[in-house]
T-cell receptor, first 111, second 117 residues
Framework: GQQVMQIPQYQHVQEGEDFTTYCNSSTTLSNIQWYKQRPGGHPVFLIQLVKSGEVKKQKRLTFQFGEAKKNSSLHITATQTTDVGTYFCAVYMDSNYQLIWGAGTKLIIKP | EPEVTQTPSHQVTQMGQEVILRCVPISNHLYFYWYRQILGQKVEFLVSFYNNEISEKSEIFDDQFSVERPDGSNFTLKIRSTKLEDSAMYFC???????????????FGPGTRLTVL
């Protein structure tokens, strides 16, 4: 079936460093959503991107959708301990009802 | 703030037994979903439900699984004969609208951890 590839699997950063996760698809996407899952928690919706080249910001988080709508990124500036968790991209593919998820990138703050 | 609730938070069952996982979606939402997440892995879509019927299901959602909206508030997932590999966290989610419309973000419940022994 269709997949969306997400890298890296893990990213260890010092508090205050930046973090980036990437999602890629071999096919053109109509949309992409980003979710955050805290350790032991449930996914929480962050944002949806639908337009080619779209960039959206939420405080220290910057979301981008590629010009070809085949890739997306989430960048966190100056990470804080509250940012710890796993960040997932998710897309609707082939249908209006099935959300396909990336494997997630786990943000780990080094002690 | 409205939220999706799920019960129980943890269910332990013997292989071959039936389990019912329960969810109460947000009251004005029209689209309902079940997902599962094996520990440390990605979220996997199981099924979506709209207008009192399944709108889509994944390959995981075989004949052992069923969903129901028995009344105006509950949304249940039944696994008829559990297998060891069904052990996972099961998340219910709901959205006000479907894809292509505004307000389609999905709100997740806290999950039910199912352990099959």
């Amino acid at each position: 079936g269709q997949q969306v590839m997400q890298i890296p699997q893990y990213q260890h950063v010092q508090e205050g460093e930046d973090f980036t996760t990437y999602c890629n698809s071999s096919t053109t996407l109509s949309n992409i959503q980003w979710y955050k899952q805290r350790p032991g928690g449930h996914p929480v919706f962050l944002i949806q991107l639908v337009k080619s080249g779209e960039v959206k910001k939420q405080k220290r988080l910057t979301f981008q959708f590629g010009e070809a709508k085949k890739n997306s990124s989430l960048h966190i500036t100056a990470t804080q301990t509250t940012d710890v968790g796993t960040y997932f991209c998710a897309v609707y593919m082939d249908s209006n009802y099935q959300l396909i998820w990336g494997a997630g990138t786990k943000l780990i703050i080094k002690p | 703030e409205p939220e999706v609730t799920q019960t129980p938070s943890h269910q332990v069952t013997q292989m071959g037994q039936e389990v019912i996982l329960r969810c109460v979606p947000i009251s004005n939402h029209l689209y309902f979903y079940w997902y599962r997440q094996i520990l440390g892995q990605k979220v996997e879509f199981l099924v979506s439900f709209y207008n009192n019927e399944i709108s889509e299901k994944s390959e995981i959602f075989d004949d052992q699984f069923s969903v129901e909206r028995p009344d105006g508030s509950n949304f249940t997932l039944k696994i008829r004969s559990t297998k060891l590999e069904d052990s996972a966290m099961y998340f219910c989610a709901s959205s006000e609208r479907g894809w292509g419309l505004a307000y389609n973000e999905q709100f997740f419940g806290p999950g039910t951890r199912l352990t099959v022994l």
